[in-house]
């Protein structure tokens, strides 16, 4: 007795169709049918398919969209490293950069002004 009591809130596919365009949700029968079938959540006897409540259920979850991968971030480069105060010692070996570039700058621009 428990089966038939099962089947008091089987539906067919058009009409869980047509309860989920009641709440606004707007899909083809031909779309639930296929994703019933992908699932496994549907019954079927001969042609005839049918949908329980779970089965509904299982549908719904299952079209809850995954979370998004970030792709910015890959686990197979190094991670950088971490970030430590500016010192004034940075701020003179920045200088001493900044000073043998600009010389070496002039020194090219002398050679090409020679030519």
């Known amino acids: 007795m428990t089966e038939i009591n099962t089947l008091d809130g089987a539906l067919t596919p058009a009409a869980a169709v047509a309860k989920l365009q009641a709440a606004g ?50 686990p197979y480069e190094p991670q950088p490293a971490p970030i ?15 000073l043998n570039q600009n010389k070496q700058r002039n020194k090219a621009a002398r050679k090409a002004r020679t030519k």
């Open 84 to 98: 430590r105060a500016w010192t004034d010692d940075d701020t003179e070996k920045l200088r001493e950069r900044i």
């Open 25 to 74: 949700i707007q899909v083809s029968e031909r779309t639930l049918r296929e994703r019933a079938r992908a699932l496994g959540a549907c019954r079927v006897i001969g042609k005839a398919m049918f949908l329980l409540p779970s089965d509904i259920e299982v549908i719904l979850e299952a079209a809850k969209p995954k979370p998004r991968v970030r792709y910015d971030v890959s």
